[in-house]
């Protein structure tokens, strides 16, 4: 069983960052990537940041660029994601969730096996 932990989540406000960490357990080979996606309230799920375990490819949504930083760190049997957006916006605010799948392609169409329970992130001004 894939197991998250997911943290980073609560008040930003206007143009601060955000730090987020998931710590991933239980993946199997099928699970190539991790990868962050937000709900919004009145909003379609939206792919965030995608990053692939093995070789650290990731991608992003075009609204990020320039503005994030990801990360993979391995010890023992779990994974743990971190992610940097700064310059964040009142339009950014959404539950976070993190998941796993079997690619960045799979990913990036929110395409998840697995996700934890989400993070509140509230953008104030």
């Known amino acids: 069983e894939v197991q998250f932990v997911e943290s980073g989540g609560g008040k930003v406000q206007t143009g601060g960052s955000l730090r987020l960490s998931c710590s991933v357990t239980?993946?199997?080979?099928?699970?190539?990537?991790i990868g962050w996606f937000r709900q919004s309230p009145g909003k379609e799920r939206e792919g965030i940041l995608c990053?692939?375990?093995?070789?650290?490819?990731?991608?992003?949504a075009n609204s990020l660029k320039g503005r994030f930083n990801i990360s993979i760190s391995i010890d023992s049997a779990k994974r743990t994601v971190r992610a940097e957006i700064s310059r964040m916006s009142a339009e950014e605010t959404g539950v976070y969730f993190c998941g796993a799948t079997t690619s960045l392609v799979a990913c990036w169409q929110h395409k998840f096996g697995s996700w934890g329970r989400g993070t509140q992130v509230t953008v104030t001004s």
């Open positions: 239980g993946l199997t080979s099928n699970d190539r990537a």
């Open positions: 990053i692939d375990r093995e070789d650290g490819t990731s991608i992003s």
